[in-house]
């Protein structure tokens, strides 16, 4: 078997307004999300090494959710850490558009933790769920140590804490540090500007630091990619979901998650870009009519589901 290491965190989200008509609902999401979608499209000979902390207030929760995924090894576990587990309140403001707050101090890797930890691994998924995961000179070492396939979600990497726990937005410092850490990278429209405002020119400064693709998802337009020398792009639409699936549940959270999830499957089982990037987008089109990380995996491939 072939193992792809996933580095985010596990996120117990208290989300308020993604329907009106509803009070605040507690669940599973973060990296959960990106699991699942590892889960429903990993090819049959790669198999998921998650690491990742979780604190211990939440550790047998939490690994009563690993427990659930069919590509996790059965002896699989969080590594459980004393202090407490990130939270974070969703306030939905539209559709798109949210307030976070996150609390709780899950540490971030160093170097010497992760290192052994990565020697017989084939490829890394590392998605900044909370920002913390590893800083920039653990990421730079984890380059020089590790010569596979890195795919990074670089999204909350965007995102500075206020002493409350909200998040807010502001530019990547030393962006294009962190662009030469990873063969791959994914970032949401609004961290595409943040990066510059020519999006070819800041996929141009990417690429000569070494990384060779970039995507960017796009809300309800789907997502776009950049790669190559010269750069080539190309977006892709997001696929029409029947009104009557958004009329019983039209819930954005962990879309992003889930078409990063997607991406990777796609690329390790030899997918090229554009496919991948569809495969993506059609997941992350798909979450929308499923609320929760809970029973995620089987509605993305089509079963019925529990959430």
């Not at 971030?108 to 930890?117: A, N, R, S």
């Not at 890195?150 to 410092?173: C, M, N, W």
């Not at 998802?217 to 639409?237: D, K, Q």
Request: proline content about 7%; hydrophobic content about 40%; charged content about 20%.
């Amino acid at each position: 078997m072939k193992r792809v290491g996933v580095i985010g965190s596990m996120v117990w989200d208290t989300i308020y307004g993604r329907d009106p008509a509803q009070p605040a609902v507690q669940e599973w999401g973060g990296i959960a999300y990106a699991l699942s979608a590892l889960d429903a499209t990993l090819p049959e000979d790669w198999q998921i090494v998650p690491l990742i902390k979780v604190g211990r207030d939440l550790s047998p929760q939490a690994n009563q959710f690993l427990r659930t995924l069919r590509r996790a090894p059965h002896d699989a576990r969080f590594i459980e850490v004393p202090e407490p587990n990130n939270r974070v309140t969703l306030r939905y403001e539209s559709a798109e558009r949210r307030c976070e707050q996150m609390s709780g101090g899950v540490p971030p890797w160093t170097w010497p933790e992760l290192g052994p930890l990565i020697r017989d691994l084939d490829a890394l998924y590392i998605n900044f769920i909370s920002g913390y995961e590893l800083d920039l000179e653990t990421a730079l070492r984890l380059r020089r140590g590790f010569a596979n396939f890195i795919y990074a979600d670089l999204h909350s990497l965007f995102l500075a804490k206020e002493p409350d726990g909200t998040r807010v937005h502001r530019p990547l410092p030393q962006a294009p540090a962190w662009f030469s850490c990873f063969d791959a990278v994914q970032v949401n429209e609004d961290e595409m500007a943040q990066l510059g405002a020519d999006p070819f020119a800041v996929a141009a400064n990417a690429m000569d630091q070494g990384c060779k693709s970039l995507c960017v998802t796009l809300g309800a337009r789907g997502a776009a990619y950049f790669t190559g020398t010269p750069i080539r792009t190309e977006r892709i639409s997001a696929p029409a979901v029947h009104p009557q699936a958004l009329t019983q549940v039209n819930d954005p959270t962990g879309c992003g998650d889930v078409f990063g999830g997607a991406v990777v499957a796609a690329l390790l089982g030899s997918a090229p870009l554009e496919d991948a990037v569809r495969t993506g987008t059609h997941l992350a089109t798909r979450n929308l009519t499923h609320r929760g990380a809970t029973g995620l995996r089987d509605h993305l491939i089509g079963k019925l589901s529990v959430a």
